[in-house]
């Protein structure tokens, strides 16, 4: 199994909704990203999981909650958004290990809209 | 601050030319990745590079890197529709998981 897989495809949230974004890897990696893709743009990391641990959160508002629940999954939690966080969110993974190890590899995304 | 600089960030060819895409960075690093992604889907992975001097190829495409002078280059040889997409190459720091990525440059093939 090559793939990481990301829930929902599409989601469409009011700005006093909470969702979650989610995503899942059976590849045994041992890092997940979060990022932020607006249109025309490229990928903006917002956090880094090693080995289950928060080891990366560039500066992203409270309203983003990230959690790793175990070393598969990988979860990002959504309350009082605004709507130019409307965008692409891409889930990645990496192994961490040999010359490879930090090859990342994208999910396909959850498409947000914030209205 | 690493900085990763693509051009050019639009690129329309004709079906059939050849053209390079170039990705500079501002810091030293040990690897450097470059990534497809076609309009409103993920990134797809094309070329892994580790080392100075390496070369990657895979179809129409071959991918190069230059450490010292913190260059690669994506060569398009004989350019056909199936081509047109974003490409982006990223830049990782040593030991960091973090990737930097360029600007990207948006590929049209006109037949």
């Known amino acids: 199994d090559t793939e990481v897989t990301q829930t929902p495809k599409h989601l469409v949230m009011g700005m006093t909704n909470k969702k979650s974004l989610k995503c899942e890897q059976h590849?045994?990696?041992?890092?997940m990203y979060w990022y932020k893709q607006k249109a025309k743009k490229p990928p903006e990391l917002m956090f880094v999981?090693?080995?289950?641990?928060?080891?990366i959160n560039e500066s992203v508002p409270s309203r983003f909650s990230p959690e790793c629940p175990n070393s598969s999954l990988l979860n990002l939690h959504l309350h009082a958004l605004q709507p130019e966080d409307s965008a692409l969110y891409l889930c990645?993974?990496?192994?961490?290990?040999?010359?490879?190890?930090?090859?990342?590899?994208f999910g396909p995304g959850t498409r947000l809209t914030v209205t | 601050e690493l900085k990763v600089e693509q051009n050019p960030l639009f690129l329309s060819m004709q079906e059939g030319k050849n053209y390079t895409i170039y990705c500079n960075y501002s810091?030293?690093?040990?690897?450097l990745y470059w990534y497809r992604q076609d309009p409103g889907k993920s990134l797809e992975s094309l070329f892994v590079?580790?080392?100075?001097?390496a070369v990657k190829q895979e179809g129409r495409l071959m991918a190069s890197l230059d450490t010292k002078a913190r260059l690669s280059t994506l060569h398009i040889t004989a350019a056909v529709h199936d081509l047109s997409a974003t490409y982006f190459c990223?830049?990782?720091?040593?030991?960091?998981?973090?990737?930097?990525f360029g600007t990207g440059t948006r590929l049209t093939i006109i037949p």
């Open positions: 990645a993974s990496s192994s961490l290990s040999g010359r490879r190890g930090y090859e990342q590899y």
């Open positions: 990223a830049v990782g720091l040593f030991g960091n998981e973090k990737l930097t």
């Open positions: 590079l580790l080392s100075n001097g």
């Open positions: 999981y090693s080995y289950e641990k928060l080891s």
């Open positions: 810091t030293t690093s040990d690897r």
């Open positions: 590849m045994g990696h041992r890092a």
